[in-house]
């Protein structure tokens, strides 16, 4: 059977809201074995129902503690693999080898999900507060026109909010990821605010196309190297488990049959497992690269992803370190340019205080 | 030098009594070459003497704290390796080569022990309690009728009770072990207590034989495949530390020349570390299989023991991170077939509140 | 880049004074690629000006708590590698790109150092209490006849005063390290006092050369087996981080052509990572050997401290364990061949009054 760890630390303060939608899968992830995980300090088992649907329980029999996600479906049950306990996708125990009667007291928590997107979102809060409006808009993710590819990264050793910060301030680009893209030091100068979300935005012009590692770009953009465009791009903390950012390249005087316009949008979902591990995984939606084959344009795209992340995950699992062993005896000292870091702390915790105000 | 490894959570609160016999070592273990071991709680090394008793003491020099596990035997004393500090049977200092006074100061704790059965065991409670009466009464392991052999297992990630508790409990069987074997399920009528034991019988009639895996059982009990017999057996909790069970099985038609009886005990020993985790030792007495090479046949019994082992012990200890991350919100719900294992607790409630009383 | 681990068990109560020199780095350690290592309970980055000075910084960017030794050096400053902004050498933020102006309060701690000897010394406590006098004399390690070299050996997993303590007390050479020299378990009958520093003396007479491995020593001082001579010595606690110890070695009857006289000088220097592991560096300096090639003299001497010291970190890591666990129920029982160590004892403590009062 499958090695189950903990949480890690376990025991720090909890600092993520749980009337919020997380991602707990990616819906490729979910199948008919059924998938233990730790999410939001919660163990969870997820498997899909012979009609596809997803179920999200606790993942934990009510009788022996044992992981049901170690077990086996029968239809759209869960048997528990030490005592065959048995239940349905409402967490209702259903049969008892044993004895005839099932007590009601036989059940284990079932949490409200939504498979949005390529997604597969869980709400651990009241679920009478589970409200699938809450869910993020994501029309590009099921846009023909877009070439649409996601995956589920792994496990982060740091705060999900490290990982949330480090794309809501691109001035980290040309340092850790770059050093030719000198444009991103310039911070956004619109950060717009409301209720639930922070957005801000950038405008670059004649600056050489694409990113880092920018072959795989140019070779999906169907460019030659040392083109020089414009670029236009938002980024939108959207909640605290889902950022989503968006950019559209123009090409002025775009060579014979080529395009003038490409555009690019990614998210980016943390779901904490506690306050300092989470997952990670990331969507990304583009326009071009039809031209490659499929699978060698997953390839492309994964393979683009990874090295960039890499680069943030390495130092934001240092900062962690450093924070775990509370080295620091000064707060951080935050600029201008954390700004949109700084409202997405807010929303956090206007969330946490209305969650602990009920 | 052997590295030393620490207890794991030794700060989660005892729940395990010292007032009670445990398995330190199966016999063949101890040796004239020290051994160190973590016992409830207390380092403790174990040694024999030149004459073949079993010594167990405190595996820490009163000088400076060093383990004397790493140290040599002169004759029936032990010799610290770091500044040659040595130690008798009992305790004391009888040597200190930097001075000619030996302080009475100088001295670790001894244990009392017994080699009884084919294991040696110890009592880190009160001494004066130490009554070789409360030993588990073992007729077949010291029977010539019955083969027999034994294993430390190792260490496993769990509370004892849980592996206690495994065993206290054969409704498991089908869903763990072998699907085919639904005889289990039933669970046992018949729950005897006493003051300090729990036993619960069982009778199968016209069962498959053997059990998983039953190849090695067929050959070990030299019958062919598909063979229909009845089995009446028990398992007891004889102490916290140990359970014991039996099992006669009687071939109703017995083929020309074979035996229509077969009598099968095995002795599940488990002593905590911590609270979340112990060792483990087995052994089996069987009155067959005495036509097969005493190498294979023991090579059998421990591959079949392996084999099921191990089913139980990922469980429990994917049980037992469950239970150290708190994930659980709502106590287990237990049954009639827990009411071997409710009585196995409550007598080891009994035993903790009366050490705390003294 | 680098993965950082944390310190260890942190929140053990910190039993080593600050107001001290303590080693940071052997000279050789640092260069211009920085390094960042956990000193004192602090992350600590250290590097060197181009002038060749070293410069020690909290490993902490005030911003957003990268770690700095991550970064670049761009002159005599470094660059965090998160986002960019420039420390120089007194800690003061110098640059950052995201804006013209530098808020004040982008600093970092700077903390005092000093290249002495073949080390870097670091002071994290009050900075006005740095004085150069408190750092050790050490007048063999620069005289040209005296051969030197030293290395950084790594983590030991255990209290820096349990590897002072070590070398305070050789009584464990026999035990330890080489049964045959007897001539060690002689407490040293001379311990003097001062206020801050532990000196014990010894005279061994007509004892086989060397130490052990002995053949190395041989090669060395050029002398055949067998060989008896004289020996005088002492060791001295110069601060919680430092021992000194010398010896002289006299031949009463060398052979032709021979020395009469050997001297062999060294350091034992340990610095806290936290309670319950320390960094740990030494330094030899002997006045023979000169005959051997440079390259393989060095290669014998490290060969010769890896082998011995080995042995000392194996019991010392095991001896951390059982203390970590708390499996002692009684206090250690000290001799009087623990005066020195007792004395050493009283010195820290007293240290960590005078700071605790302050």
Known sequence: MTRIEGTGNARAKRDYPLNCWWVAAAGQEVSRRPLGRWLLGSRIVLYRTE????????????????????GKLLGDEIV??????????????????????????????????????TFVWIWTGNP????????????????????????YYGEIGCNYMLVQENVLDLTHVPHLHDASQHEWLAPPAD??????????AFAHSGVSIGDVPSDSVKAMMDVECGRKVNRRGWGTFVSPG?????????????????????????????????????????????????????DELISMIHGFVATVFKQDKDLLEAIQVT???GAATSPEVLLASDRAAIEARRIVQRMLDAEAAT
């Open 128 to 151: 009478e507060r589970a409200d699938t409006a809450l869910l993020p808009e994501l029309p590009w993710f099921a846009d023909p026109e877009f070439f649409q590819t996601q995956a």
């Open 51 to 70: 009609a596809g649907s997803v179920v999200a329980l606790e993942d934990r029999c009510a009788h022996r503690w044992a992981p049901l996600s170690e």
């Open 191 to 200: 950060v717009k605010v409301t209720d639930r979300t922070v957005t801000f």
């Open 242 to 294: 889902c950022h989503f950012s968006g950019m559209d390249v123009e090409d002025p005087a775009p060579a014979q049959g080529k395009r003038d316009r490409y555009s690019f949008r990614s998210m980016h979902c943390t779901t904490p497992i506690s306050a300092d591990r989470c997952h990670y995984w990331w969507s990304i939606a583009q326009d071009y690269g039809h031209h490659i084959p499929k």
């Open 80 to 117: 528990c693999p030490y005592h065959g306990f048995q239940y349905n996708a409402r967490g209702m125990c259903t049969h008892v080898p044993v004895q005839a009667h099932v007590p009601a007291a036989l059940k284990v928590r079932s949490f409200p999900v939504r498979e949005h997107g």
């Open 323 to 325: 924070v775990d062993q």
